[in-house]
């Protein structure tokens, strides 16, 4: 059963991965070890994954998703699945703060496409366990990577040698043709994690961008949103698709700080997405001032002010100021509540219990609902 009275995002919405159970830890590490086979290896993860959704369901959330249990990379399991990209191991860099990722990277080899992509699966299972266990109040949520992801992250680029038009006109095309097959699926909410947005966080960011690209930083940040805006040109009126935003997410580190303030205007004025989430836990993302840039009326800005990264709990009041303050500048029915991205970006996962991230998602809803429900009963 599809939802077709999606109003996503929700007041209380979530970036969508969660703690890996045991149960998954201990079979991806037996399938890599050779102990048990692929459909093995499935079995447990859409037990787990059904777990999961009653778990969401459970808690009050609306927004559903399989906490990309299947997933290693939040991006570039999607990413390598895609025609003409393949996974790779590459010499180690870090850009995370204080914390060690594993060596791998994506490279193009062929010309980009989408076709028969594995991931429209993981969904479908996705929208039969929300069909299964909901009441038809949830939607199944999936996120894949931003296009700009491929576009501007990649690394060995062996088959494009440099033709930037072909190579931005195939990624475009990819992805349109990806977001109608989700759609064709079932899906109507669909999320774009986005961190190349970190490039203009900082002047040290800027300015390495700018040299390793040739381009004026202007060209660069238009170019983004130009690559963004044309793969969801063709999108169906009735699905969602929104866009998230961090500083990287790995083992509750990060990667930079900075504010929204050079990327203000084409986030906020010139992006066609019907949502925006944005990390805004800590001092790390900057202040409120750059959300003066909303212009859409129809257009939701999910507030990332509960952090997946630590346990302890925000105060209340705290959270209920800070929307507060930020409807200063988009008003309070265009705004939402959400952890400020996703408990396990990779499948480590951040440090924290699963006990401690369903406490978050309890908070968070509590939150929202004095903020929101209140607010809307007494408007209505």
Avoid at 268 to 287: I, M, P, Q, T, W
Avoid at 334 to 344: D, E, T, V
Wanted: proline share 3%; glycine share 6%; charged share 30%.
């Amino acid at each position: 059963m599809i939802n077709t009275t999606v109003k996503a995002p929700f007041r209380a919405d979530h970036v969508g991965s969660f703690l890996r159970t045991e149960p998954i830890k201990e079979a991806r590490k037996a399938y890599v070890n050779g102990e048990i086979d692929k459909d093995a290896l499935k079995a447990i993860e859409d037990q787990e994954i059904e777990k999961l959704v009653q778990n969401q369901i459970k808690v009050g959330l609306k927004a559903i998703t399989d906490g990309e249990f299947r997933r290693s990379w939040w991006h570039l399991d999607f990413l390598s699945g895609l025609e003409g990209v393949e996974l790779f191991e590459t010499e180690y860099v870090s850009n995370f703060k204080g914390a060690r990722t594993r060596n791998n990277a994506i490279k193009v080899v062929d010309k980009v496409g989408f076709d028969n992509h594995y991931m429209v699966e993981h969904f479908k299972f996705l929208q039969e366990a929300v069909d299964k266990y909901g009441d038809g109040s949830q939607v199944a949520k999936f996120a894949i990577p931003s296009p700009n992801m491929l576009f501007t992250r990649i690394q060995g680029d062996e088959y494009y040698n440099g033709n930037r038009e072909q190579f931005y006109n195939d990624t475009v095309t990819a992805y349109q043709t990806a977001i109608q097959a989700f759609y064709d699926a079932g899906c109507r909410y669909l999320q774009l994690d986005d961190t190349s947005w970190i490039d203009f966080v900082s002047e040290e960011r800027i300015k390495a961008v700018v040299e390793r690209l040739n381009m004026e930083v202007s060209d660069i940040i238009d170019t983004r949103v130009s690559c963004l805006n044309d793969a969801i040109a063709k999108k169906p009126d009735d699905m969602v698709i929104t866009m998230h935003i961090c500083r990287g997410n790995f083992k509750s580190t990060y990667i930079t700080s900075g504010g929204y303030d050079n990327i203000s205007d084409a986030i906020f004025a010139n992006l066609n997405v019907d949502g925006l989430f944005l990390e805004y836990d800590d001092n790390r993302s900057g202040d409120f001032e750059p959300l003066k840039n909303f212009k859409r009326d129809d257009q939701t800005v999910v507030l990332g002010l509960i952090t997946s990264k630590f346990p302890e709990l925000e105060d209340p009041e705290s959270i209920k100021g800070r929307i507060k303050e930020a409807s200063q500048y988009i008003p309070l029915e265009n705004l939402a509540l959400s952890p400020q991205c996703g408990f396990s970006s990779t499948e480590e996962g951040n440090i924290l219990t699963e006990e401690e991230q369903w406490n978050k998602i309890s908070h968070m809803i509590k939150i929202a609902e004095s903020v929101w429900v209140t607010t809307e009963s007494v408007s209505n």
